[in-house]
């Protein structure tokens, strides 16, 4: 059975820095797309990001320059390093495989809360 | 980017109603298109993907259509699970943009 878990949220000052983690288990992160979505409270999903199996990463327009996703390769593990968070940054943040094969997201974690706040 | 809109945002029908939901893109992203539900506190839960492929395990109630700009969704037979807010997606290029939701709500 696939199961994504996705740690690291919490409270966090604005301009601060917060480092998640999605493990995923029966899927390999290095050979599959693999994406973070968020959603602030009360708000819809928005996209954040993604890396391809080749390493290269995409990002939406909100979170460009401050949002770095990564894996590692030997843990299995997925990462969002995030900096210079906002209060607008608080979210709940969910990992994801996908684009899979039908350009699906197939797998969602539980999801894991940020919240920016002073 | 590719914007996605979704209409209505928000519906209510009844146990055992048919309702349909549309969701358009800004451009042709031929049937790289999902729907999603979410219930309240879950994650959102693969329904439909390449338009109109139903998901293994999703029941055959929901129905995808659609190709180029314009799909809908269409549930038949709404069960009190189905009441939930439903999501489509674009899975054509990066970013991978959501429409803004649809509440569908019990009458």
């Known amino acids: 059975e696939v199961q994504l878990v996705e740690s690291g949220g919490g409270v966090i000052h604005p301009g601060g820095s917060l480092r998640l983690s999605c493990s995923p288990s029966?899927?390999?992160?290095?050979?599959?797309?693999m994406t973070w979505v968020r959603q602030a409270p009360g708000k819809g999903l928005e996209w954040v990001s993604v890396?391809?199996?080749?390493?290269?990463?995409f990002y939406s327009d909100s979170v460009k320059g401050r949002f770095t996703i990564s894996r590692d390769n030997s843990k299995n593990s997925l990462n969002l390093q995030m900096t210079s968070l906002r209060v607008e940054d608080t979210a709940v943040y969910y990992c994801?495989?996908?684009?899979?094969?039908?350009?699906?997201?197939?797998?969602w974690g539980q999801g894991t809360l940020v919240i920016v706040s002073s | 980017d590719i914007q996605m809109t979704q209409s209505p945002s928000s519906l209510s029908a009844s146990v055992g109603d048919s309702v349909t939901i549309t969701c358009r893109a800004s451009?042709?992203?031929?049937?790289?298109l999902n729907w999603y539900r979410q219930q309240p506190g879950k994650a959102p839960k693969l329904l439909i993907y390449?338009?109109?492929s139903l998901e293994t395990g999703v029941p055959s109630r929901f129905r995808g259509r659609g190709f180029g700009t314009d799909f809908t969704l269409t549930i038949n037979s709404l069960q009190p699970e189905d009441f939930a807010t439903y999501y489509c997606?674009?899975?054509?290029?990066?970013?991978?943009?959501f429409g803004q939701g649809t509440r569908l709500e019990i009458k």
């Open positions: 994801a495989r996908g684009p899979a094969a039908g350009r699906k997201f197939d797998y």
């Open positions: 029966g899927v390999n992160v290095r050979s599959n797309y």
């Open positions: 890396i391809e199996p080749t390493g290269r990463a």
């Open positions: 451009q042709n992203i031929n049937t790289f």
């Open positions: 390449a338009a109109s």
């Open positions: 997606q674009q899975g054509d290029s990066p970013p991978y943009t």
